[in-house]
């Protein structure tokens, strides 16, 4: 059998570009732009952490103390009183006494046996007196304010000032949680022995109950006039807490259990604010994890667009540590990636630029003008991607980058970029 010239080039060209495309996660950080800008831009900022628990627990104590002292002023005049409430007693009975006593022996004896009446008297029981036991009320949490704030608290993209400075300031409003209750569940479980199969009743033990810890924010400027404020309706939200389930009861001493609660609330609420308010107003360090697609064939067919690859990978990884290396690696892996996207051929398969490479290296394109903000050039990416028959896979992940760059050139606009 002949074969053909055409044939024989294309089994060629598929021998000489065999390739397959992979795909390797990447995490980065990026400075991201805020939504609100301060104008004229401020570049210090101090933060401090208030609480109301402080404020909450002075007047618990204030009001336990006032009712020991009244307490012990009852206690004393009771103490006082005593010897006169004794003296009265005392007297009243013999008094009484000396009645019964004049009384002949046959009257005594018609009282009591007839009449069913014991008369000699009783002495008047006089309680001693006591001092009432207050307890100490159950103070909410303190916290290292200070501390919290220097942790929790930062304005990325500014320097940590006193002088001329915005205020940063959040209310911690103190934690909240329903009575922790042990509840119960029933389950069905197997068990085989001698080849017998039977099925009883398990009983399991868990904990529940709600919490949350409420916060607020505020945001001054140099006068302090207020530039931004906000309680947040989520931390205002009650949480449910559940354990996991045991066969065994558990302790009915749910202190370190809410004490546990409570720490994990107080670091998630304050980085949730410190995230608001970055994303508001600071340039905030944002991490990022997402995918870069390179060409893996054989004879080193595809050596540019693994080079490419490798420039975006290292301009990425570096573009918060070092920006100005970063920069030189980005721009050459995207001068790369159009200078081979002059090749693409989406119409053939044999093609050293197939349509698979072609819509991995516009991927791996738009990560790097998403890291440039480099909005005008992605947008025509997207329309070229939008024009090719994608999968599933590739159209919701073109969707995300819609959305990426669409809030990119949002905050851009507003910050004058």
Do not use: W
Request: hydrophobic content about 35%; some cysteine.
């Amino acid at each position: 059998m002949k074969l053909t010239l055409s044939f024989i080039l294309a089994t060629f060209t598929g021998v000489v570009f065999g390739q397959s495309i992979k795909s390797e996660d990447i995490t980065y950080t990026y400075v991201k732009l805020p939504t609100n800008p301060i104008q004229p831009k401020v570049e210090n900022y101090y933060s401090t952490l208030t609480s109301t628990s402080a404020e909450e627990n002075a007047k618990l104590m204030a009001d336990f103390e006032a009712e020991k002292a009244r307490a012990e002023a009852d206690y004393q005049r009771e103490l006082a009183d005593f010897p006169a409430k004794q003296k009265a007693a005392d007297d009243k009975f013999a008094k009484e006494m000396e009645a019964y006593n004049a009384k002949s022996t046959a009257t005594k004896v018609i009282e009591r046996q007839l009449l069913n009446e014991n008369s000699k008297p009783v002495k008047d029981y006089v309680p001693q007196p006591y001092r009432r036991t207050v307890n100490p009320p159950v103070l909410k949490s303190n916290y290292d304010l200070p501390s919290l704030a220097a942790t929790y608290l930062n304005l990325d993209g500014y320097t940590k000032a006193q002088v001329n400075a915005l205020s940063y300031t959040v209310n911690i409003q103190g934690f909240e949680h329903s009575q922790p209750t042990i509840k119960t569940e029933v389950k069905d479980e197997v068990s085989v022995a001698n080849g017998t199969r039977t099925t009883y009743k398990v009983t399991y033990y868990y904990i529940e109950y709600t919490y949350r810890m409420p916060m607020s924010v505020r945001i001054a400027g140099l006068n302090n006039q207020e530039i931004f404020f906000v309680a947040p309706a989520e931390l205002s939200t009650f949480k449910t807490y559940k354990s996991a389930s045991s066969k065994t009861a558990p302790s009915s001493d749910f202190s370190m259990l809410l004490k546990a609660s409570e720490e994990a609330l107080l670091k998630e609420n304050l980085t949730f604010i410190n995230h608001l308010v970055n994303d508001r107003i600071g340039f905030e360090r944002t991490t990022r994890t997402t995918s870069l697609d390179y060409v893996k064939s054989k004879n080193d067919a595809h050596n540019d667009v693994m080079e490419a690859y490798n420039n975006a990978t290292v301009g990425l990884k570096a573009l918060t540590t070092n920006e100005g290396f970063a920069q030189q690696k980005l721009s050459a892996a995207i001068t790369a990636f159009k200078s081979i996207l002059t090749e693409s051929d989406v119409d053939d398969k044999k093609a050293r630029i197939d349509k698979d490479i072609t819509i991995a290296i516009y991927f791996d394109l738009l990560e790097c003008y998403f890291a440039t903000r480099n909005v005008t050039d992605a947008e025509a990416v997207l329309k070229s991607l939008g024009q090719l028959d994608l999968s599933n896979r590739d159209k919701k992940q073109k969707e995300k980058m819609e959305e990426l760059f669409f809030d990119l050139n949002n905050r851009k606009a507003v910050n004058g970029l």
